[in-house]
Nanobody
Framework: QVQLVESGGGLVQAGGSLRLSCVAS????????MGWFRQASGKEREFVAA????????YYVDSVKGRFTISRDNAKNTVYLQMNSLKAEDTAVYYC??????????????????WGQGTQVTVSL
């Protein structure tokens, strides 16, 4: 069993930055692929970024490429999402997720086994 707890959300002006953190519990978390998803009000949850177990491979949705960076520190059981040049359309609840059976960078939410409770990111104009 893996438990995930996100933090770092908040209110920021357009063009600003935030760093989200997701702390995981569980002895084999470091072998899991990790992902960030987001869900804006009235919209479906969408994939944002993923990182493989070693941190050597990452993947991003086109809309955040060049602005967001996913990383992980397995010694700290933590995955991060650095978000720069934020836009109003980045406003959403952000969720981290863990995929126990993936060796790559999964993008489908059905491939993830564990989810955090979410953290709100609001970008104002």
């Amino acid at each position: 069993q893996v438990q995930l707890v996100e933090s770092g959300g908040g209110l920021v002006q357009a063009g600003g930055s935030l760093r989200l953190s997701c702390v995981a519990s569980g002895s084999i978390w470091s072998s899991y692929a990790m992902g960030w998803f987001r869900q804006a009000s009235g919209k479906e949850r969408e994939f944002v970024a993923a990182i493989n177990w070693s941190g050597m491979s990452t993947y991003y949705v086109d809309s955040v490429k060049g602005r967001f960076t996913i990383s992980r520190d397995n010694a700290k059981n933590t995955v991060y999402l650095q978000m720069n040049s934020l836009k109003a359309e980045d406003t959403a609840v952000y969720y981290c997720a863990a995929a126990a059976w993936s060796t790559g960078t999964p993008t489908g939410d059905g491939l993830y086994d564990y989810w955090g409770q979410g953290t709100q990111v609001t970008v104002s104009l």
